[in-house]
């Protein structure tokens, strides 16, 4: 081999030495920079990844427990309008039971005032057709006499004068109709 050779070769060996001497420290310390950078990127992006994650368990969980709430609020509101629904449900059933009450109060006193303008009206209507009676047999003559003769007979005691029906009398004409 020869000297130029050896020369290349002892100058490459000494440029070598140069460059890991000095330009390798600072290239291995730069490298090395980067890489806990890169670690520390990681490393926080593992974190937010982390967080993140918490933080839609989390939200996941409040949803579950919202809904969870809403359900029982409307049980609850549900609950709330049928127990509503049978108070009015009674209070109309009572309230209908006390006009029911009251219409049959009415009903039985209406009832017990016609029956007494009746009775009022039914002695009135009495006396004026007994009166009207009266009136007409008296205002005939043959009647008056025959009134009267049946009257003295009562008193007198004989039955066969005090009935113008009775067998073997002849009644009046008149008299036969107004029986």
């Known amino acids: 081999m020869s000297a130029k050779y ?27 920079h980067r890489q806990e950078v890169i670690g520390a990127q990681f490393a926080e992006a593992r974190e937010a990844k982390d967080e993140a994650e918490a933080a839609e368990a989390k939200y996941r969980a409040s949803i579950r427990d919202a809904q969870a709430e809403a359900d029982q609020l409307r049980q609850s509101a549900h609950a709330q309008g049928e127990q509503i629904a049978a108070e009015l449900a009674a209070k109309a059933e009572e309230e209908s039971g006390r006009i029911a009450e009251r219409g049959r109060q009415q009903l039985a006193a209406e009832r017990d005032s016609v029956v007494r303008e009746l009775r009022a009206q039914m002695g009135t209507l009495a006396y004026e057709l007994a009166h009207r009676i009266v009136v007409e047999a008296l205002a005939d003559r043959t009647r008056q006499a025959a009134s009267i003769d049946r009257f003295i007979a009562e008193l007198e005691g004989d039955p066969a004068e005090a009935d113008p029906a009775a067998p073997g009398q002849a009644v009046p004409a008149d008299a036969k109709g107004t029986r």
């Open 6 to 32: 050896l020369a290349e070769i002892f100058a490459f060996l000494v440029i070598l030495a140069v460059i890991y001497r000095y330009a390798v420290p600072p290239l291995r310390k730069a490298m090395r």
